[in-house]
């Protein structure tokens, strides 16, 4: 199989709110990958998604409602959307054909004309073929002959791939990727409820305004990544949706936008925990530890807002970690503020910690030499004994154990922390197995 290029060209799916976008992304992806409803500003941040078509890849980007002159969010996702488009080799711009021109069609597609870049003009919403003469109004815009399309039914959609591919520099222009197999980057998912200041830290870490920020809840719909090279190699940074619980999800937008948080703990190497200091652990922030956990992958608490905690915040906050999050082990807590800065530049080497001991790999002897040590200070009850041990996996470090009889729970839990005391594992999850052998 052929290697998609290092550097794929860029589509950039732009727009008034409401007339498709995330419609169309999805249908030229093939599969639902952006969250689509009926209603405006569902979209928030520009989220980009590779496509396949005629063996060629190239990347979509979904953007927000292009909607200068609006409200201060309506400023901060069109500034997201223009970002989009300065690094898009071509743009796609989207209009409403069940609609027509709009005032603020004619001034997108003015600035899109400022801006030189290479442009395909579509009308959404054409269903029906005996209504494809309408498009010929959209010539007014000035941004060449308009692709009449039902992005919802596909109709169409073939046509613009084609027109897409043929838009974009010639294959042999694109450089191939050299890296040597393998040599992934680490995903790290930043989650907390909504409103705790994680697009904030998203934007403090990949060093730009990659996620909306707005002091609103929710302002997050979707998961956004950015790979950021580190000291510690290359870090996937994916911000996702303010997940609460349940009973306060309350419309179908919010609950696909939880269902992509968790997919993206799920497949995270590590996961950061934001919480509020100036709230403390909440029961929701429990649960979600719970829920990290469970994913087994290692996590680092941050405690967020610390500039503007009172003494008493800080101290019932720092009692609650311990109290309610006990179960994370011996995760890091760093204390920070995403806003200015301070203290973020803590969390690098805790990540690398993380990773390394996420990825460790421990000779058979050693580990059978802290097992024998480990017997010799607490034998196991019952005449239980093992036998001996080794490690079948890393990511995270999963070890096997080989025992005459069933170990109760509480030895298992000793030997886990045995392991991990002696080969310095940290937050890292530790799984062990046992086998009974005779």
């Given at each position: 199989?052929?290697?998609?290029?290092?550097?794929?060209?860029?589509?950039?799916?732009?727009?008034?709110?409401?007339?498709?976008?995330?419609?169309?992304?999805?249908?030229?992806?093939?599969?639902?990958?952006?969250?689509v409803?009926?209603?405006?500003?569902?979209?928030?941040?520009?989220?980009?998604?590779?496509?396949?078509?005629?063996?060629?890849?190239?990347?979509?980007?979904?953007?927000?409602?292009?909607?200068?002159?609006?409200t201060?969010?309506?400023?901060?996702?069109?500034?997201?959307?223009?970002?989009?488009?300065?690094?898009?080799?071509?743009?796609?711009?989207?209009?409403?054909?069940?609609?027509?021109?709009?005032?603020?069609?004619?001034?997108?597609a003015?600035?899109?004309?400022?801006?030189?870049?290479?442009?395909?003009?579509?009308?959404?919403?054409?269903?029906?073929?005996?209504?494809?003469?309408?498009?010929?109004?959209?010539?007014?815009?000035?941004?060449?002959?308009?692709?009449?399309?039902?992005?919802?039914?596909?109709?169409?959609s073939?046509d613009?791939?084609?027109?897409?591919?043929?838009?974009?520099?010639?294959?042999?222009?694109?450089?191939?990727?050299?890296?040597?197999?393998?040599?992934?980057?680490?995903?790290?998912?930043?989650?907390?409820?909504?409103?705790?200041?994680?697009s904030?830290?998203?934007?403090?870490?990949?060093?730009?305004?990659?996620?909306?920020?707005?002091d609103?809840?929710?302002?997050?719909?979707?998961?956004?990544?950015?790979?950021?090279?580190?000291?510690?190699?290359?870090?996937?940074?994916?911000?996702?949706?303010?997940?609460?619980?349940?009973?306060?999800?309350?419309?179908?937008t919010?609950?696909?936008?939880?269902?992509?948080?968790?997919?993206?703990?799920?497949?995270?190497?590590i996961?950061?925990?934001?919480?509020?200091?100036?709230?403390?652990?909440?029961?929701?922030?429990?649960?979600?530890?719970?829920?990290?956990?469970?994913?087994?992958?290692?996590?680092?608490?941050?405690?967020?807002?610390?500039?503007?905690?009172?003494?008493?915040?800080?101290?019932?906050?720092?009692?609650?970690?311990?109290?309610?999050?006990?179960?994370?082990?011996?995760?890091?807590?760093?204390?920070?503020?995403?806003?200015?800065?301070?203290?973020?530049?803590?969390?690098?080497?805790?990540?690398?910690s993380?990773?390394?001991?996420?990825?460790?790999?421990?000779?058979?002897?050693?580990?059978?030499?802290?097992?024998?040590?480990?017997?010799?200070?607490?034998?196991?009850?019952?005449?239980?004994?093992?036998?001996?041990?080794?490690?079948?996996?890393?990511?995270?470090?999963?070890?096997?154990?080989?025992?005459?009889?069933?170990?109760?729970?509480?030895?298992?839990r000793?030997?886990?922390?045995?392991l991990?005391?002696?080969f310095?594992?940290?937050?890292?999850?530790?799984?062990?197995?046992?086998?009974?052998?005779?």
């Open positions: 199989m052929s290697s998609a290029p290092a550097r794929l060209y860029r589509v950039a799916i732009v727009g008034r709110p409401n007339v498709g976008k995330s419609t169309l992304v999805n249908r030229l992806a093939g599969r639902r990958t952006a969250i409803e009926e209603r405006p500003g569902v979209t928030r941040d520009a989220k980009a998604v590779e496509v396949e078509w005629s063996g060629r890849h190239f990347e979509v980007v979904d953007t927000g409602g292009w909607m200068p002159g609006g201060a969010l309506d400023e901060k996702v069109s500034r997201a959307a223009e970002r989009a488009m300065e690094d898009a080799d071509l743009v796609v711009f989207v209009v409403d054909g069940t609609v027509g021109v709009t005032e603020e069609d004619a001034r997108a003015d600035v899109l004309r400022r801006k030189g870049k290479p442009v395909r003009l579509v009308v959404n919403k054409i269903d029906d073929p005996r209504r494809e003469h309408q498009i010929w109004e959209f010539m007014e815009l000035g941004l060449g002959e308009p692709v009449a399309l039902s992005a919802l039914h596909g109709n169409g073939a613009l791939l084609d027109d897409l591919i043929a838009g974009l520099p010639d294959e042999e222009d694109e450089v191939e990727d050299e890296s040597p197999e393998g040599t992934g980057e680490i995903a790290v998912a930043i989650v907390g409820r909504p409103n705790v200041g994680k904030t830290l998203f934007n403090r870490l990949t060093g730009g305004e990659n996620s909306i920020v707005h609103m809840p929710g302002t997050t719909r979707d998961t956004v990544d950015t790979v950021v090279e580190t000291s510690e190699g290359a870090i996937r940074f994916v911000d996702t949706a303010g997940m609460r619980r349940r009973a306060k999800v309350d419309d179908g919010e609950y696909y936008s939880v269902v992509r948080a968790l997919q993206a703990v799920d497949k995270a190497d996961a950061i925990l934001v919480i509020d200091a100036t709230e403390g652990v909440t029961a929701q922030d429990q649960r979600l530890a719970e829920r990290v956990d469970l994913a087994g992958c290692p996590v680092i608490v941050l405690l967020n807002k610390w500039e503007v905690a009172s003494e008493e915040d800080k101290d019932r906050a720092t009692y609650q970690i311990a109290e309610r999050l006990h179960f994370i082990g011996d995760s890091p807590v760093l204390q920070v503020s995403a806003l200015t800065g301070k203290g973020v530049h803590r969390l690098y080497p805790a990540l690398g993380a990773i390394r001991a996420y990825e460790t790999r421990i000779p058979t002897r050693k580990v059978n030499e802290v097992i024998r040590s480990a017997q010799q200070a607490q034998p196991a009850p019952h005449g239980a004994r093992v036998l001996y041990a080794l490690q079948g996996a890393a990511l995270p470090p999963t070890f096997t154990i080989f025992a005459n009889r069933e170990l109760p729970k509480t030895y298992v000793y030997l886990e922390r045995c991990r005391e002696a310095d594992l940290g937050a890292t999850p530790v799984k062990l197995r046992v086998r009974r052998r005779d």
